[in-house]
């Protein structure tokens, strides 16, 4: 299997040295290619830490983690940027979209910084927005458009540059029920039919289900893995459930 991400024996301290706070503790973990990865885990267990040092926006204090077999900690600060760009899509919470720019253009955002030609940014951005639903609105402006209808956009655009993996931080947080079940879906769509490989930090048991397996982080650890097998997505979903009532965390929405 081709392993796309791998985190050995990360550690992430915040503070100075009379007042210092473990972030993370020992994670050890790896995404294989194709992989729905959900990492679960309450406020403050240290979620948005370990995107973070993903994402090459902070940087562990210890350990290392290796993305498309690169170790992040040798990037040079001149290197960040086209490497996030050409390794990463994002989705986050609050869409992050740029509000000048149409949901069309917003896609293409990521396409237009590599100069990829207009007539071919065109059509990818098109039949993209086809296959997710959101081709009526393409020339609409984020503020015309509802929240579910954002984070479709925001999908798009993380993945458009067919990205070696997708992180998504918490994206159904700010969405009603059934704009977050359809982001879910399409999520596992982009998944199952266009093989992209997905971490999604949540709180949520219901959004961690769409994954294959779940990470449990607690503390800034993990101390659980559930694998979905050949479980239907709401078996998944209830041994989630349990998972979390037997070992504690935040109550289940
Ligand atoms: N920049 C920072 N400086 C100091 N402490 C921080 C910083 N960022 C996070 N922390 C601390 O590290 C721990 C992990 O925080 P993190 O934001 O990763 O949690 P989280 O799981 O994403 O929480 P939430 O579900 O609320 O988003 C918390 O105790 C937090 O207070
Ligand atoms: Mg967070």
Request: glycine share 6%; with cysteine; hydrophobic share 40%.
């Amino acid at each position: 299997m081709n392993t796309i991400l791998k985190v050995v024996d990360v550690e992430k301290y915040y503070g100075t040295k009379s007042n210092l706070k473990k972030a993370l503790d020992h994670i050890q973990f790896n995404v294989d290619a194709g992989e729905f990865v959900s990492i679960m885990g309450p406020s403050g267990s240290g979620k948005t830490t370990l995107l973070n040092c993903i994402s090459t926006i902070d940087m562990v204090s210890d350990g290392h983690i290796y993305l498309n077999e690169r170790d992040l900690a040798t990037l040079l600060p001149k290197e960040m940027a086209s490497f996030r760009r050409k390794n990463l899509g994002f989705i986050f919470q609050d869409f992050n979209l740029l509000d000048t720019l149409s949901i069309e253009e917003n896609i293409a955002l990521p396409l237009a910084i590599k100069n990829t030609p207009a007539k071919e940014t065109h059509r990818i951005v098109t039949s993209l927005m086809q296959r997710l639903g959101i081709d009526d609105i393409a020339t609409k402006f984020p503020s015309q458009v509802s929240g579910g209808q954002k984070q479709r956009c925001a999908c798009a655009r993380a993945f458009v540059n067919r990205p070696k993996l997708i992180l998504a931080d918490e994206p159904t947080g700010a969405l009603d029920s059934v704009s977050a079940k359809q982001l879910l879906e399409l999520l596992t769509e982009l998944n199952a039919q266009e093989k992209a490989t997905i971490l999604m930090v949540t709180h949520d048991p219901f959004s961690a289900s769409y994954g294959n397996r779940v990470l449990f982080l607690k503390d800034g650890h993990f101390n659980k893995e559930l694998q979905k097998k050949q479980m239907s997505r709401n078996e998944f979903y209830h041994s989630i459930l349990l998972e979390v009532s037997t070992f504690g965390g935040e109550e289940p929405c």
